[in-house]
């Protein structure tokens, strides 16, 4: 569904001369810390709409839909944002962030739109004139009342209900990566010391790299890889969303970073069987890390199984294994990420920020 404009938000609203039960109209009205009343009023209709679910409330518009000319008693600036906030501050609780935005409409005239977020794990409430605090939900009318019934609460308390158990899904989730970045801290730290300890004492410790590594391959061999990755993200098929819009970024927001297997004299060893090699480390980092395998992770699925590839960079004919190509995925894990792995035991990976696990539109599969 494609975004509205404020304009054509406004005339959406305005079109069948009436309110509904997320839209109420107000007339240009006073909103100032001397008119009580009036305050108290605003406030009981943003708790009502954020209390339905979230909407908008339009001032200088009748209560049957028709736009008003300008007010001389109380313009634009009248409604500005530090003045409305420090209204829903006041008279609101728990505290409501609303957005007001300033439509001009096709009649030339600007209206103050005060776009109301819905309430979360708890019912907005809002004080009256005498500053007594009451929850207040949308009616037919459509009107802002008192909740009254059972019936009311009802409503009110399962959708705050369906609000906290997203936030404890959130929680679990959170809770699991920490959980999951401190068990892969504490095997990178045990395997790292493990193999010092077998080189310290068997083979002596490896010799420290020097001018002789052939820095220019590995950089040519990570610069390879990057900028598949950045043509993968750069042909995705874009909308409009805020996860498109991160998504796009990732083309100038990423990182890549290469290395490789030396011997003695800092040559590169030859990768045999690299696709088999990365499937059976694949498969023992499983057993002790319930996420899985972050770096050169194997799947079984052959849609998106890494393969063996040719590769001509550099001047130089070069194979080895592909990571899932980015625009064949419709699962991210983690990460946005694409590797190589260089039958020359130069292995890179490229990605760019974590996201959590989530299905991607079919545009990008």
């Known amino acids: 569904m494609s975004v509205l404009t404020d304009v054509q938000q406004m005339e959406e609203d305005l079109r069948h001369r009436s309110e509904k039960l997320n839209v109420e109209f107000k ?9 009580k009343d009036g305050q108290a009023k605003i406030a009981r209709h943003i708790a009502a709409i954020a209390n339905y679910g979230g909407g908008r409330l339009y001032f200088g518009v009748d209560d049957d839909g028709n736009p008003e000319p300008l007010s001389e008693a109380f313009g634009p600036e009248h409604y500005r944002s530090d003045a409305t906030h420090n209204l829903l501050k006041t008279r609101l609780g728990p505290a409501l962030q609303c957005e007001v935005h300033f439509t001009e409409f096709t009649n030339g005239v600007t209206y103050p739109v005060v776009h109301i977020p819905s309430h ?20 037919i009318g459509p009107e802002s009342v008192k909740v009254s019934n059972y019936q009311q609460w009802d409503i009110i308390l399962k959708r705050c209900m369906r609000f906290r158990d997203v936030e404890a899904v959130q929680t679990r989730e959170e809770d699991d990566l920490t959980r999951t970045q401190a068990m892969t801290k504490a095997i990178t730290e045990s395997v790292t010391a493990s193999v010092l300890k077998i080189l310290a004492e068997n083979m002596g410790l490896a010799p420290a790299a020097g001018q002789d590594v052939d820095w220019t391959t590995i950089a040519a061999l990570t610069e390879g890889a990057r900028q598949e990755f950045v043509r993968q993200i750069n042909a995705f ?17 990423h990182v890549a970073a290469g290395y490789a297997l030396l011997g003695a004299e800092s040559n590169f060893l030859t990768l045999e069987r690299p696709h088999r090699l990365l ?77 959590y696990v989530r299905s991607y539109p079919a545009s990008l599969k």
Do not use: C
């Open 27 to 35: 007339a240009w009205m006073d909103i100032s810390k001397s008119n």
């Open 120 to 139: 979360g794990a708890t019912p907005i409430g809002a004080k009256d004139e005498n500053s007594f605090m009451h929850v207040y939900v949308r009616s």
């Open 237 to 253: 098929d874009f909308g409009t969303t805020e996860t498109d819009q991160q998504v796009r970024e990732i083309a100038d927001k």
């Open 279 to 355: 499937r059976e480390a694949s498969e023992e980092m499983d057993k002790v890390a319930s996420f899985g395998w972050h770096d050169f992770i194997v799947l079984t699925n052959s849609d998106v199984s890494p393969r063996t590839r040719l590769w001509f960079i550099d001047g130089k004919d070069i194979t080895g294994v592909e990571g899932m190509r980015v625009d064949a995925k419709t699962i991210y894990f983690g990460e946005y990420d694409y590797w190589r792995a260089y039958g020359n035991s130069v292995f890179v990976t490229t990605r760019a920020g974590l996201f």
